[in-house]
């Protein structure tokens, strides 16, 4: 795997214990008025072993679940509320994992890739694991063609079963983004692919209010003239709509979430890597607006986002600002910090957890970190 350096800022870190005066449903207590990150005021920041980590999910308990890889094996690993690690796994037969949720039993379901290393030919297979709330193995599977196959995320479907998104098939000049249905147990229920050009990837993927599903990532060629990908399929994989649009040079999308007009608001990449892609797309698969921010700056695309409870969306990007907008897209204010760029998650009191550090197209990142801050101590620029 191609390696690339990142010049990290060292920070150290804070440490606090949700203490008895702490809220048990969010820790909403533990504060440290004297951290901050690049005159940023934090809460706190862990950081935890490990070589890459790709994305942090809340759990049930308030705590969370960070996803990656440590010496090229997948990685998990439990946090509780205030960032405190509760647990460590290492899976051997993985390499990567990209995405992972809890799944309604209390347990998680993380999803990747594998490739070995030893054997000449050895291409990626889709890597698929299903653990208990302790992250022990109850059951793992490869998936795969003779070429290259990996998953980018992964959802539990209303039925109790799990969907993968991500590519199929791709023989280094032709691929297609595909979805994938699996039992509860991890049988292979169906799999479908979509296509609107020689190469093709899903990227981020969710389950909507209606049960059906959105995924989003590129459609274009395989090294370049991207187009950003959005696709709206049936609970049974069967195409609604599939939209592929040339945004301000190449462009792709890398995560996704329901908009309150129910539409759907997707983040990445325009203007050829340098600059933050917004767009939403109504039910039907319109655009309703976008908005590619091209600044002097070169910020290499949004790599997550997830709505406001006070209106708008919260979005972390490659080079680490944390950006605020409105529900058209608008920048409210966008500050940057360190060591977190992959995942945003709001908590309940209206805080805000950044997690994960990469490189989005192959290449690790830095330490496996969590950082939280409260959004009213930051000013609008």
């Not at 010049?7 to 214990?17: Q, R």
């Amino acid at each position: 795997m191609t390696k690339r350096i990142l010049f990290l800022l060292a920070i150290g870190s804070i440490f606090w214990s949700c203490g008895e005066e702490s809220e048990p449903e969010d820790c909403a207590g533990v504060t440290d008025v004297d951290a901050v990150i690049n005159g940023i005021p934090i809460k706190w920041i862990r950081t935890y072993d490990g070589d890459e980590s790709w994305c942090v999910q809340k759990t049930s308990d308030d705590g969370f679940i960070i996803s990656g890889a440590s010496n090229y094996s997948g990685l998990l690993i439990k946090t509780d509320c205030d960032g405190e690690k509760e647990w460590h796994q290492i899976y051997e037969n993985s390499t990567s994992l990209y995405g992972v949720r809890q799944t309604s039993d209390g347990g998680f379901i993380a999803t990747g890739y594998y490739e070995c290393d030893t054997l000449p030919g050895c291409y990626p297979d889709i890597y698929l694991l299903k653990t208990d709330g302790s992250g022990t193995i109850e059951w793992e599977i490869s998936d795969g063609t003779s070429n290259n196959d990996w998953a980018r995320d992964i959802v539990q479907t209303q039925d109790g079963n799990f969907v993968i998104t991500g590519t199929w098939n791709d023989d280094g000049w032709n691929s297609k983004a595909m979805l994938r249905k699996y039992s509860s147990s991890g049988n292979l229920m169906w799999g479908k692919t979509f296509s609107s050009s020689t190469a093709n990837e899903g990227n981020s993927l969710m389950e909507t209010s209606d049960g059906n599903l959105i995924f989003v990532g590129y459609s274009g060629e395989q090294h370049g003239a991207y187009k950003h990908f959005m696709v709206k399929a049936d609970p049974n994989g069967e195409q609604i709509w599939k939209k592929k649009t040339q945004s301000i040079g190449d462009a792709l999308l890398y995560a996704v979430c329901e908009a309150p007009s129910g539409g759907y608001v997707a983040a990445g990449f325009c203007n050829s890597w340098r600059s933050n892609l917004l767009v939403e797309r109504n039910a039907s698969g319109s655009i309703a607006w976008e908005d590619c921010f091209i600044d002097e700056s070169s910020h290499y695309g949004y790599y997550d986002i997830t709505p406001s409870s006070d209106g708008g969306y919260y979005l972390i990007d490659d080079i680490c600002y944390l950006t605020k907008v409105n529900a058209t897209g608008e920048i409210t204010y966008s500050v940057k910090l360190s060591h977190v760029n992959q995942s945003v998650i709001e908590c309940e009191n209206g805080d805000v957890v950044m997690g994960g550090y990469g490189f989005r197209e192959g290449n690790s990142g830095g330490p496996i970190s969590l950082l939280r801050l409260d959004p009213s101590d930051l000013s609008p620029n």
